[in-house]
């Protein structure tokens, strides 16, 4: 058990660039989970995934946000036309079962830095 | 909607200080809370947690116990030492299982 991976760790792109972060969960945990995070705040839910379906969207989830996890494996969020408001440390998590009390295990981070 | 209040900081004590963070939130039906702790540079990792009123979580000498009635899950330790600085979360999970709502942090710095 390797713990949750996200990658890249640090991500600087320019207004308007498109961007695309990848987390790959705890082998065997159905659930994975996006959050962003804000500098002074706590992480703020973005959307989910139950294997390979997507759950439930925030409405701070965009129409130039998109996530995916085709496999029920990894995970990809993508950013389109990046705004300098996108700039923030991207969370993923994931947990093993669909159940109210269980731990939802966090990888570190991406920090997107927009220009 | 769910909501987490957490004391604003940041919080200073001397190292052996007894250490209170408050927390309060406001949810329907029965979440599940936890504490989570995020070290300089590293991930957020789960601390404690209670997932029914009354319930005490412990770990590393932290304690909160689920106050159903003060809709509270305060965080203390007697002791804090220095490697206790950190960014503490209250955060809850409501029915379905699906998102974490979480509140804005509380920084601790423990001083030698």
């Known amino acids: 058990d390797t713990g949750v991976s996200q990658n890249p760790r640090h991500k600087i792109t320019k207004r308007g660039q498109n961007v695309t972060f990848r987390c790959d969960p705890i082998?065997?945990?159905?659930?994975l989970y996006w959050y962003r995070q804000t500098l002074g705040q706590g992480p703020e839910f973005l959307t989910y995934?139950?294997?390979?379906?997507?759950?439930?969207k925030s409405r701070l989830l965009s129409d130039r946000f998109s996530a995916e996890r085709p496999k029920g494996s990894f995970s990809t969020l993508e950013i389109q036309r990046t705004e300098q408001g996108d700039s923030a440390m991207y969370l993923c998590?994931?947990?093993?079962?669909?159940?109210?009390?269980?731990?939802?295990?966090f990888g570190p981070g991406t920090r997107l830095l927009v220009l | 909607g769910d909501s987490v209040t957490q004391m604003e900081g940041p919080v200073t004590l001397s190292e052996e200080a007894f250490l209170t963070i408050n927390c309060t939130y406001t949810?329907?039906?029965?979440?599940?809370l936890f504490w989570y702790v995020q070290y300089p540079g590293e991930g957020l990792q789960l601390l404690l947690k209670?997932?029914?009123?009354?319930d005490k979580g412990s770990n590393k000498g932290f304690e909160a116990t689920y106050r159903k009635e003060t809709t509270s899950f305060h965080l203390e330790k007697g002791s804090v030492q220095v490697s206790d600085s950190a960014v503490y979360f209250c955060?809850?999970?409501?029915?379905?299982?699906?998102?974490?709502?979480f509140g804005d942090g509380t920084t601790l710095t423990v001083k030698p």
């Open positions: 998590a994931s947990s093993p079962l669909p159940a109210v009390e269980e731990t939802q295990y």
């Open positions: 082998s065997e945990h159905n659930r």
């Open positions: 995934f139950q294997n390979e379906a997507q759950l439930e």
């Open positions: 949810a329907t039906g029965y979440p599940s």
């Open positions: 209670a997932t029914k009123a009354d």
């Open positions: 955060a809850l999970r409501n029915t379905n299982a699906g998102k974490s709502t």
